[in-house]
């Protein structure tokens, strides 16, 4: 008669199967079996693939999960993370004043435009330099000021924003130049 070692003495740490003069173990799905073939480690899916997660996975036993930096979410499918746009479900800190202008992972609190002398501020993101004031004959006309998002994971080269003159002020010349921040050479004019 068979013994079933499985009900007697249970010599597996998981899940014990009895078979004709003997036993096997198994272990629950997110183990493996030792060597000694009695014992159940976690297995650390985390190592078998660096996409299982787009952030970062952290194993647990018998399982893994995927976390999120700060200021993002997870979204429905428990391994993608999506930004949380703070300026749209209103979690943020600006002054009445300020735009809240939302960037990646957080935001930021942009102040209102300020035209510098001699320009005068004709609306909340134009600058007119008066063409009777002296100060004004070398300086460019208007200053317009625009807030753009660019979307990361676009393919490079592409174009952002497109610029165009207008015939509207006959003998008028332009100059588009980048003024500042591009000290790492991201960008460029054609």
């Known amino acids: 008669v068979d013994l079933n070692e499985c009900t007697s003495e249970n010599p597996c740490t998981q899940t014990c199967v ?10 629950e799905p997110g183990y493996e079996l030792e060597a000694d073939g009695v014992n159940c480690s976690d297995m650390d899916e985390c190592s078998f693939s660096e996409f299982l997660c787009q952030h970062e996975c952290v194993n647990a036993p018998g399982s893994y999960y995927c976390s999120c930096p700060s200021g993002y979410n997870l979204l429905d499918d428990n391994r993608s993370c999506q930004d949380i746009n703070e300026c749209e479900i209103r979690n943020f800190t600006c002054t009445p004043q300020q735009t809240c202008f939302n960037i990646p992972g957080e935001y930021k609190c ?16 134009r600058c007119m330099c008066p063409a009777e004031n002296a100060g004004c004959r070398d300086q ?8 753009m998002e660019m979307v990361s994971g676009r393919s490079v080269p592409s174009d952002i924003f497109q610029m165009q003159a207008t015939t509207r002020y ?14 790492g050479r991201e960008f460029y004019m054609r």
């Open 140 to 147: 460019p006309f208007t200053v317009l000021y625009r807030v």
């Open 170 to 183: 006959p003998g008028a010349y332009y100059i588009f130049q980048i003024k500042s921040g591009n000290e």
């Open 18 to 27: 009895n078979t004709y003069g003997s036993f096997l173990c198994r272990c």
């Open 110 to 125: 942009l102040d209102p435009v300020r035209c510098e002398d001699p320009y005068i501020q004709i609306n909340e993101n």
